[in-house]
């Protein structure tokens, strides 16, 4: 018997999931392992994958089941078949070259963009710091660059296939090339180089340290018409005892400099931060600092987290915070961000499918706490910056031509939004495949990559 794999919209109906995970906070985990209690409530085989399992391959709720690391998901359509055959299969290892630690999954897979007019692209996996509440560090290890020109190549690829915007991501972009003798400004001035005109780049995370170095480059670089002035710069906490207990590397100071500078340069920058609450060891006064950052940055971007312990962190055996004290501080930083009202990047115009992916002029007639509100102008010239048709929605990104346009004999796998992927097993004899190999045999290929796209998608997605 053959078999072939099938993305199913109800899980229900599937005979195995695919489970994606996030380590991040206990909230994501807990979300993960309900979701592995529900599947195996219903019978279904199960695979897991992302930073979970990957950091903690030893949890007694993963006993049994397969698992598939941070760096082997290129091999996922294998580990599904031999799990649906009953096997338990677990593939955590790192890939090296010569005894150097390589960096994720291969930028050149194929996968399914949620957003067909953006591509994400991961520049490093890993980072450089030792953070003493995060967990990613475990599942993600040191920090790993992907070459210039394998990132310069995937953008070449992605404006080949319609898209009009590039994001970079990873655990921390300033960090990029420390390892392979290079640095983000380098990497960046290579990417705007491939940027058709009126496609755009935009930055991810990046922490205070590895940014300080480059601050006039970086200034420049923001400053250029086919890039995003926006940078995520986390502070985690305005006080200085606190940012030496979480081990970050920077002071306060640091962080205040990158941020004036980057405002005095790059005019109009957007600036967002993480804040986390009720760290262990913060006291009334530390917070109170916190507050007054805020108010005095105003961030228009700003993500605010209540601290959970992840067990095997050294901040897990700190002295806690108080539940309620935790509680009571995130509502007031909440209520603080919510009191201020600056003009933020967003616009939105009446919906037309014909504008997506396209430059117009719009006159702004509301501004709101997240948006601005805007009408095309009438007589204005509307910009197409793509230099192709962008892909259908669900098309796998990375195909060729000739296979893109080949019969799938009635195949319909596309991307699932959420982090459930079911997956459908058919069976068909091995003479009928054989007979039919021109279409039938495509078909398993397709669905294979399909799935494959499914899962590349969410790895990036989520750093």
Same mark, same amino acid.
């Given at each position: 018997?053959?078999?072939?794999?099938?993305?199913?919209?109800?899980?229900a109906?599937?005979?195995?999931?695919?489970?994606?995970?996030?380590?991040?906070?206990?909230?994501?985990?807990?979300?993960?392992?309900n979701?592995?209690?529900k599947?195996?409530?219903?019978n279904?085989?199960?695979?897991?994958?992302?930073?979970?399992?990957?950091a903690q391959?030893?949890?007694?709720?993963?006993?049994g089941?397969?698992? &598939? %690391?941070?760096?082997?998901?290129?091999?996922?359509v294998?580990v599904? !078949?031999?799990?649906?055959? =009953?096997?338990?299969? @677990? /593939?955590?290892?790192?890939?090296?070259?010569?005894?150097?630690?390589?960096?994720?999954?291969?930028?050149?897979?194929?996968?399914?963009?949620?957003?067909?007019?953006?591509?994400?692209?991961s520049?490093?996996t890993?980072?450089?710091?030792?953070c003493?509440?995060?967990?990613?560090?475990?599942?993600?290890?040191?920090?790993?660059?992907?070459p210039?020109?394998?990132?310069?190549?995937?953008?070449?690829?992605?404006?080949?296939?319609?898209?009009?915007?590039?994001?970079?991501?990873?655990?921390?972009?300033?960090?990029?090339?420390?390892? &392979? %003798?290079?640095?983000l400004?380098?990497?960046l001035?290579?990417?705007v !180089?491939?940027?058709p005109? =009126?496609?755009m780049? @935009? /930055?991810?995370?990046?922490?205070?340290?590895?940014?300080?170095?480059?601050?006039?480059?970086?200034?420049k670089?923001?400053?250029?018409?086919r890039?995003?002035?926006?940078?995520h710069?986390?502070?985690?906490?305005?006080?200085?005892?606190?940012l030496?207990?979480?081990?970050?590397?920077?002071?306060?100071?640091?962080?205040?400099?990158?941020?004036?500078?980057?405002?005095?340069?790059v005019p109009?920058?957007?600036?967002?931060?993480?804040?986390?609450?009720?760290?262990?060891?913060?006291?009334?006064?530390?917070?109170?600092e916190?507050?007054?950052?805020?108010e005095?940055?105003r961030?228009?971007?700003?993500?605010?987290?209540?601290?959970y312990?992840?067990?095997?962190?050294?901040?897990?055996?700190?002295?806690?915070?108080?539940?309620?004290?935790?509680?009571?501080?995130?509502?007031?930083?909440s209520?603080?961000?919510h009191?201020?009202n600056?003009?933020?990047?967003k616009?939105?115009v009446?919906?037309?499918?014909?504008?997506m992916?396209k430059?117009?002029e719009?006159?702004?007639?509301?501004?709101?706490?997240?948006?601005m509100?805007?009408?095309?102008?009438s007589?204005?010239?509307?910009?197409t910056?793509?230099?192709?048709r962008?892909?259908?929605?669900?098309?796998v990104?990375?195909?060729t031509e000739?296979f893109?346009?080949?019969?799938?004999?009635?195949?319909?796998w596309?991307?699932?939004?959420?982090?459930?992927?079911?997956?459908?097993?058919?069976?068909?004899?091995?003479?009928?495949?054989?007979?039919?190999w021109?279409?039938?045999?495509l078909?398993?290929?397709?669905?294979?990559?399909?799935?494959?796209?499914?899962?590349?998608?969410?790895?990036?997605?989520?750093?």
């Amino acid at each position: 018997m053959a078999c072939c794999l099938c993305l199913l919209e109800n899980s229900a109906e599937a005979d195995l999931w695919l489970l994606n995970s996030c380590t991040v906070k206990n909230p994501a985990e807990d979300h993960f392992r309900n979701s592995i209690k529900k599947a195996q409530e219903g019978n279904k085989k199960v695979v897991l994958a992302g930073c979970v399992p990957q950091a903690q391959p030893r949890q007694d709720y993963l006993k049994g089941l397969s698992i &598939i %690391g941070v760096q082997q998901i290129d091999r996922v359509v294998e580990v599904v !078949e031999e799990t649906i055959k =009953g096997h338990s299969v @677990r /593939l955590l290892g790192q890939k090296k070259d010569n005894g150097k630690r390589l960096g994720g999954a291969r930028l050149d897979l194929p996968k399914i963009r949620k957003n067909p007019l953006i591509e994400i692209i991961s520049i490093n996996t890993g980072c450089l710091n030792a953070c003493t509440y995060c967990k990613t560090k475990h599942a993600r290890g040191d920090l790993a660059s992907y070459p210039i020109e394998e990132l310069v190549d995937r953008a070449k690829q992605s404006f080949q296939e319609g898209v009009c915007e590039i994001w970079l991501t990873s655990e921390d972009t300033g960090a990029y090339g420390r390892d &392979i %003798g290079t640095d983000l400004p380098t990497l960046l001035w290579k990417l705007v !180089e491939a940027i058709p005109e =009126g496609a755009m780049l @935009r /930055l991810g995370m990046t922490n205070p340290p590895y940014i300080l170095e480059h601050l006039e480059e970086m200034a420049k670089i923001l400053n250029h018409p086919r890039v995003y002035a926006f940078l995520h710069i986390p502070v985690q906490s305005a006080s200085d005892s606190v940012l030496m207990d979480m081990k970050r590397e920077y002071c306060v100071a640091d962080f205040k400099r990158v941020v004036d500078f980057l405002k005095e340069k790059v005019p109009g920058i957007t600036i967002a931060t993480d804040i986390i609450c009720g760290f262990p060891g913060e006291m009334d006064e530390d917070f109170q600092e916190t507050m007054k950052l805020v108010e005095q940055y105003r961030f228009p971007s700003l993500f605010i987290n209540q601290f959970y312990p992840r067990p095997g962190t050294p901040a897990a055996k700190m002295h806690q915070v108080p539940a309620a004290v935790k509680k009571q501080r995130t509502k007031d930083l909440s209520q603080l961000f919510h009191s201020y009202n600056p003009y933020d990047h967003k616009v939105l115009v009446p919906k037309d499918p014909l504008l997506m992916g396209k430059m117009v002029e719009v006159n702004i007639y509301e501004a709101g706490k997240h948006f601005m509100k805007g009408q095309p102008v009438s007589d204005a010239r509307v910009y197409t910056a793509s230099i192709t048709r962008p892909l259908a929605k669900g098309e796998v990104s990375g195909l060729t031509e000739e296979f893109r346009h080949a019969p799938q004999n009635g195949s319909n796998w596309k991307a699932h939004p959420s982090a459930e992927i079911p997956v459908k097993t058919l069976f068909s004899s091995r003479m009928a495949l054989q007979l039919l190999w021109p279409q039938e045999g495509l078909k398993i290929l397709s669905i294979s990559l399909a799935l494959l796209a499914v899962l590349v998608t969410f790895y990036y997605g989520g750093m």
